[in-house]
């Protein structure tokens, strides 16, 4: 799915993506929740708009991308914010003003969010975000699997993913390093895994393609594992024994509900 809505970004003579501007993203991030909250009231009173972080440019040499101030229930984000990224962290941080308060649930809310949405911008920055997720699970798990799965990918997500590292290099430093053992204290204070908790969402999304897949007669078991990551990435995925061992072990059992 990746695949399909990079190839409908615009995009500039290098390749770059070429989005509209932050209030707009803004706008279309705050649209997705009431649409997602007429399908569940749960999702409903997100806050009104997304407003941009003063000091963005340090905010990124801090690695912090966005925040939600609950005394005041602001959501605001980062305007150095990856392009491809910048949605989904508008959608993570309203989650957060929905009182969803762990990262890995503001993470999947935020992929529900974007999936809702009809607007491709939003719908690719999910997907994008989702990739990048559950392929830094893989690589974890199975390299050479995920090493499968990049190959899969169209060209125009493998840009954007060089493109995203290499942006994001730009801010690395001690003062990110420091500000994130912070930041990973600071949520470990909360009974979460630190900044680890932002990737867990892999379990969610998992479980969330897998009901899906049930809901509608779908795979069996054993082709549901590759055909997950083939829905991600929009390629076609090999076979592989850590795929498989998903449905062995159901990721709705490893997720906390939400």
Not at 21 to 26: G, H, L, P, V
Not at 68 to 80: F, I, K, M, N, Q
Not at 137 to 146: I, M, R, S, V, Y
Request: proline letters at 3%; charged letters at 20%.
């Amino acid at each position: 799915m990746a695949s399909l809505y990079a190839a409908q970004m615009e995009r500039d003579e290098a390749g770059d993506l070429a989005l509209p501007e932050f209030a707009r993203q803004s706008e279309l991030a705050v649209e997705s929740y009431e649409l997602l909250a007429a399908t569940n009231d749960r999702f409903s009173g997100a806050a009104s708009t997304v407003k941009p972080l003063l000091l963005s440019e340090g905010f990124g040499y801090l690695g912090i991308t966005g925040v939600y101030v609950c005394l005041t229930g602001e959501s605001s984000v980062s305007r150095a914010e990856y392009p491809a990224s910048l949605s989904f962290t508008m959608c993570h941080e309203l989650a957060h003003s929905l009182a969803f308060a762990a990262e890995d649930e503001a993470n999947f809310c935020a992929f529900l969010a974007c999936e809702q949405s009809p607007s491709p911008i939003l719908r690719y920055s999910g997907y994008y975000n989702a990739f990048v997720y559950c392929y830094n699970a893989l690589h974890k798990a199975d390299p050479a699997a995920a090493q499968t799965l990049w190959q899969a990918c169209s060209e125009e997500v493998l840009h954007d993913c060089r493109v995203h590292v290499a942006y994001n290099q730009q801010y690395e430093g001690k003062v990110q390093d420091a500000a994130q053992k912070v930041n990973d204290t600071y949520l470990k204070a909360f009974h979460e895994e630190g900044v680890q908790s932002y990737g867990l969402v892999a379990d969610y999304l998992i479980a969330h393609y897998l009901a899906l897949e049930t809901e509608t007669g779908g795979c069996s078991a054993p082709q549901r594992c590759w055909a997950f990551w083939a829905w991600f990435c929009g390629g076609t995925c090999c076979k592989t024994a850590w795929t498989r061992r998903i449905c062995s072990c159901p990721a709705a059992a490893r997720s906390r509900p939400f």
